[in-house]
């Protein structure tokens, strides 16, 4: 089973080098067979800032057993709407980050892609998904990814991530376990093979 994982790799492989991989806000990173750092072993990342000053993002399939009412206390208003708490990257994990689509402008918040922004004031976040009829999304994380200057286009050119369009509906997807399988059946061919590796490989 390990050669035939190869074998696909190899073919992956091929076809990335054949297309340009551009990187922006509002894209997901989906990390590849060749990404072994627990870290971001088959997750996938939705970029909220790129530049020249480095990179940003949050691993959008890993949900804990934590709930919102155990790290969020006093946030009253966002306990039934948030749910679990999910780990959104290594970096600054005592820091809470929400990302949300309200379908409405939200003060200090930051646009990433189709309405779902992150961050802005807690306190009118609160207020408006206390009153939510029930369209509004949200979901807080613990942490974020980050990448310094040129580490993100490094890890690229060495074929760790795969750069596609973020969709909501996984981002705000019920079982984040299978989000990252998802999007690599979807483009077809080896890939759909790739999307039935276990998380360790060895279990094969």
Known sequence: MKLKWATVWSILKRMEREKPQKVERGMFLVATPQLTDPNFRQTVVLVCEH????????????RTDQH???????ATGLHEKAGFVYVGGPVQKGSLLVL???GREVPESRTIFDGVCLGGELGFLEEEFTQDKGDGLVRVYMGYAGWAPGQLQFELANGSWLVRPAQMKMVFARNPL????????????????????PPDPSMN
């Open 68 to 74: 919102i009412t155990e790290v969020l206390p006093q």
């Open 100 to 102: 949300h689509r309200l």
């Open 178 to 197: 299978q989000v990252w399988p998802t999007i690599l059946r979807a483009q077809g061919g080896a890939y759909a093979l790739y999307a039935t590796m």
């Open 51 to 62: 530049g020249s000053g480095g990179s940003l993002g949050l691993v959008i399939n890993r």
